[in-house]
C-alpha cells in the first residue's frame, strides 16, 4: 500500500509537470489509461501466479500511472467548463 502510495505522488508531479510543458490534456489522460489498463491486466496476472516481489513493482506502476490520471482528469473537467467558475465545475464533478 505504502509503495503505490509513494509511486502515486511521484507520478502526479510529473505528470503535472508534463502537463504544464504541453498542454496535451487529452493526449496525456489516454496513454496514462491506457498504461494503467495493461498494468491492471498484469496485475490480474501477478496475483494468479502468487509471485510476491513482482507484485510491489506491478502496485508501484499502478500507483504512478492512476494518480496523475485522477488530478489531471479533474483540472482537464475545469478547463472544459471554463465559463462557469471553478467552484462550480468542481461541484459538480
Request: hydrophobic share 50%; aromatic share 16%.
Amino acid at each position: 500500500m505504502i509503495t503505490t502510495i509513494v509511486f502515486s505522488i511521484c507520478g502526479v508531479l510529473t505528470g503535472s509537470k508534463i502537463v504544464k510543458q504541453t498542454g496535451h490534456y487529452k493526449a496525456f489522460l489516454t496513454e496514462f489509461t491506457l498504461g494503467f489498463l495493461i498494468t491492471m491486466g498484469v496485475w490480474f496476472f501477478v496475483i494468479k501466479l502468487d509471485i510476491g516481489w513482482t507484485l510491489y513493482a506491478v502496485l508501484g506502476t499502478l500507483g504512478f500511472l492512476i494518480g496523475p490520471c485522477l488530478t489531471i482528469g479533474i483540472e482537464f473537467s475545469c478547463e472544459i467548463g471554463y465559463p462557469v467558475g471553478e467552484a462550480y465545475s468542481n461541484g459538480m464533478i
